[in-house]
């Protein structure tokens, strides 16, 4: 069986100095259509490097990245990402800012002149969505950074793309913040049903968001145990503080204590 | 109250300057031809008011048409090193080795290639204040955030839709505040060029002066010097506040 996106014996390796170092080697993972998976593992394990390659925007040095049937010889196009650093740009408002993938990606680009009106109905209804109504005409500077990192969201999903990719994006924000994004996350993901893959250090917030969760292993990474969350969705907020769920986090927690040893 | 203290401040500062220089130059019996008083500096812009003002429009010409050009320039180069790293790493050692190089050693030169007058006033203006405005350019599109060049270009962004949705706009905080210091070199530029070699412009007046051992007007001349400096730079400022309020933004909320 494959995946929406599927890696197969990826091995990368960034040179420079005249050195080589191996970011990852002999990864393999499938992550399912709509399906919404976690990546987590120690710090340096090349959880970026994995975005790229899934992004097209890096190629591996062997084995394969194939995204919705096709192998990925360049940018993909149908991913929206997230990083944590939700650079918005201060000269745009945040209406704009959240246009701004639709100036690029076709067909968006090419109506987006004639069908403004239409298009930034759209966006102002997705920032409604993630609790931003009315901040549309707001400068990102003049926003908390709990909501810009909203806004990065809306800016990953406004042309509608297949595969969101979230590089640690709540990372940043205060426990309580956090908290209500991963919420947001959670319906905007049980409403549109893109396929999501989450790359975070926050064993709690893999847990709850995630159908399943990969742990990685320290540099070369690879996927060392892959982990089923079978919590039945929707998942209350309250979940996060029962036993069971406790359960699995200690667990993970574990298998990356073991890959720090290993390193 | 305090609002009003600061907004006085330049005025007042400036008044205290030039009284401390006359009290100074009478206090200590100043002879005029080694320090005149700013009072002897004010009846020489009052009797020469004629010839300081033609000239200071010389050079006020010279200095903008040379500073157009280096903006003209330095944008487009700028540009082009931000733009590609081949041109960046040919260009700049060249250019800092041209910027060593003392523009004042460059005048006969530029003499032997378009004779005396406003010609090598203006290029002189111009190669002095063409490297700030290049590097600060090029500053600004290499500080372009690799998140938002990659949220770019995994959805399929070219160089040029980068450069146009982000790098260029990024630089021009950096372009605008270039022009302040641009515009005071221009100004260097072409006075360096009118002491060396013209027929005109403030410096040629100052120089024709100093032979004359008229000194007031030497000075008169360097204070009309900078009054143009100061005007040149208030619209400089003015200008970067109009274009890129959103960089300047502390107190907005």
Redesign the interface.
Same mark, same amino acid.
């Given at each position: 069986m494959t995946g929406f996106v599927d890696l197969r014996d990826v091995q990368l390796a960034y040179s420079g100095h005249g050195t080589e170092t191996l970011a990852l080697d002999g990864l393999t993972m499938a992550v399912n259509r709509g399906e919404f998976a976690a990546v987590v593992g120690p710090s340096g394990c090349g959880k970026s490097t994995l975005m790229k390659l899934a992004t097209g925007l890096i190629r591996p040095q062997a084995g394969t990245v194939e995204v919705a049937a096709r192998e990925v010889d360049g940018p993909v196009s149908i991913a929206g990402m997230a990083f944590q650093n939700p650079s918005m740009l201060p000269w745009r408002t945040t209406l704009q800012n959240v246009m701004l993938p639709l100036e690029i990606v076709q067909p968006h680009r090419k109506r987006l002149g004639r069908e403004r009106a239409a298009y930034t109905q759209l966006a102002e209804e997705l920032l409604s969505v993630v609790g931003l109504a009315g901040f549309g005409a707001k400068y990102p500077w003049q926003l908390s950074g709990g909501m810009q990192q909203r806004a990065n969201l809306c800016r990953a999903l406004i042309h509608d793309p297949e595969l969101l990719m979230l590089d640690e994006p709540f990372g940043a924000l205060d426990a309580f913040t956090r908290e209500e994004l991963w919420q947001v996350m959670r319906d905007l993901h049980a409403e549109k049903g893109f396929t999501t893959i989450l790359v975070t250090h926050d064993l709690r917030e893999a847990v709850f968001l995630a159908d399943r969760v990969f742990v990685m292993s320290a540099r070369p990474g690879r996927i060392i145990v892959e982990h089923e969350i079978s919590f039945p969705r929707p998942r209350p907020i309250d979940l996060t503080y029962e036993a069971g769920f406790n359960d699995i986090v200690h667990e993970l927690r574990g298998h990356i204590a073991e890959a720090r040893a290993a390193a | 109250m305090s609002e009003r203290w600061i907004k006085a401040a330049p005025w007042l500062w400036t008044l205290g300057l030039f009284l401390i220089w006359e009290g100074s130059v009478r206090a200590f019996d100043i002879e005029v031809f080694i320090l005149p008083a700013p009072t002897d500096i004010w009846a020489a812009i009052v009797k020469y008011w004629t010839p300081i003002w033609t000239n200071s429009l010389q050079t006020l010409m010279t200095t903008t048409i040379g500073f157009v050009m280096a903006v003209v320039g330095g944008l487009a180069l700028g540009l082009a090193i931000g733009w590609s790293r081949a041109i960046y790493a040919g260009l700049y050692p060249l250019m800092i080795g041209f910027n060593s190089i003392p523009k004042v050693a460059v005048v006969p030169i530029l003499v032997i290639w378009f004779g005396i007058g406003t010609v090598p006033a203006v290029l002189t203006a111009f190669l002095i204040a063409f490297f700030p405005i290049v590097v600060n350019v090029a500053t600004g599109l290499a500080t372009i #955030?690799p #998140?938002?060049e990659? !949220?770019? +270009?995994?959805?399929?962004?070219k160089k040029m839709?980068i450069m146009l949705? !982000?790098g260029i706009?990024?630089s021009?905080p950096y372009f605008f505040g270039s022009l302040k210091i641009a515009i005071t070199l221009a100004f260097v530029g072409s006075v360096i060029s009118e002491t060396v070699a013209a027929n005109s412009g403030i410096g040629h007046m100052m120089l024709a002066a100093q032979s004359q051992f008229n000194v007031p007007l030497v000075w008169a001349g360097l204070v009309a010097l900078a009054v143009l400096g100061i005007v040149m730079y208030a619209a400089m400022a003015w200008l970067e506040m109009r274009m890129?309020g959103?960089?300047h933004?502390s107190g907005q +909320?």
């Amino acid at each position: 069986m494959t995946g929406f996106v599927d890696l197969r014996d990826v091995q990368l390796a960034y040179s420079g100095h005249g050195t080589e170092t191996l970011a990852l080697d002999g990864l393999t993972m499938a992550v399912n259509r709509g399906e919404f998976a976690a990546v987590v593992g120690p710090s340096g394990c090349g959880k970026s490097t994995l975005m790229k390659l899934a992004t097209g925007l890096i190629r591996p040095q062997a084995g394969t990245v194939e995204v919705a049937a096709r192998e990925v010889d360049g940018p993909v196009s149908i991913a929206g990402m997230a990083f944590q650093n939700p650079s918005m740009l201060p000269w745009r408002t945040t209406l704009q800012n959240v246009m701004l993938p639709l100036e690029i990606v076709q067909p968006h680009r090419k109506r987006l002149g004639r069908e403004r009106a239409a298009y930034t109905q759209l966006a102002e209804e997705l920032l409604s969505v993630v609790g931003l109504a009315g901040f549309g005409a707001k400068y990102p500077w003049q926003l908390s950074g709990g909501m810009q990192q909203r806004a990065n969201l809306c800016r990953a999903l406004i042309h509608d793309p297949e595969l969101l990719m979230l590089d640690e994006p709540f990372g940043a924000l205060d426990a309580f913040t956090r908290e209500e994004l991963w919420q947001v996350m959670r319906d905007l993901h049980a409403e549109k049903g893109f396929t999501t893959i989450l790359v975070t250090h926050d064993l709690r917030e893999a847990v709850f968001l995630a159908d399943r969760v990969f742990v990685m292993s320290a540099r070369p990474g690879r996927i060392i145990v892959e982990h089923e969350i079978s919590f039945p969705r929707p998942r209350p907020i309250d979940l996060t503080y029962e036993a069971g769920f406790n359960d699995i986090v200690h667990e993970l927690r574990g298998h990356i204590a073991e890959a720090r040893a290993a390193a | 109250m305090s609002e009003r203290w600061i907004k006085a401040a330049p005025w007042l500062w400036t008044l205290g300057l030039f009284l401390i220089w006359e009290g100074s130059v009478r206090a200590f019996d100043i002879e005029v031809f080694i320090l005149p008083a700013p009072t002897d500096i004010w009846a020489a812009i009052v009797k020469y008011w004629t010839p300081i003002w033609t000239n200071s429009l010389q050079t006020l010409m010279t200095t903008t048409i040379g500073f157009v050009m280096a903006v003209v320039g330095g944008l487009a180069l700028g540009l082009a090193i931000g733009w590609s790293r081949a041109i960046y790493a040919g260009l700049y050692p060249l250019m800092i080795g041209f910027n060593s190089i003392p523009k004042v050693a460059v005048v006969p030169i530029l003499v032997i290639w378009f004779g005396i007058g406003t010609v090598p006033a203006v290029l002189t203006a111009f190669l002095i204040a063409f490297f700030p405005i290049v590097v600060n350019v090029a500053t600004g599109l290499a500080t372009i #955030e690799p #998140e938002m060049e990659d !949220v770019l +270009r995994a959805l399929g962004a070219k160089k040029m839709d980068i450069m146009l949705k !982000v790098g260029i706009p990024r630089s021009m905080p950096y372009f605008f505040g270039s022009l302040k210091i641009a515009i005071t070199l221009a100004f260097v530029g072409s006075v360096i060029s009118e002491t060396v070699a013209a027929n005109s412009g403030i410096g040629h007046m100052m120089l024709a002066a100093q032979s004359q051992f008229n000194v007031p007007l030497v000075w008169a001349g360097l204070v009309a010097l900078a009054v143009l400096g100061i005007v040149m730079y208030a619209a400089m400022a003015w200008l970067e506040m109009r274009m890129t309020g959103w960089a300047h933004r502390s107190g907005q +909320r």
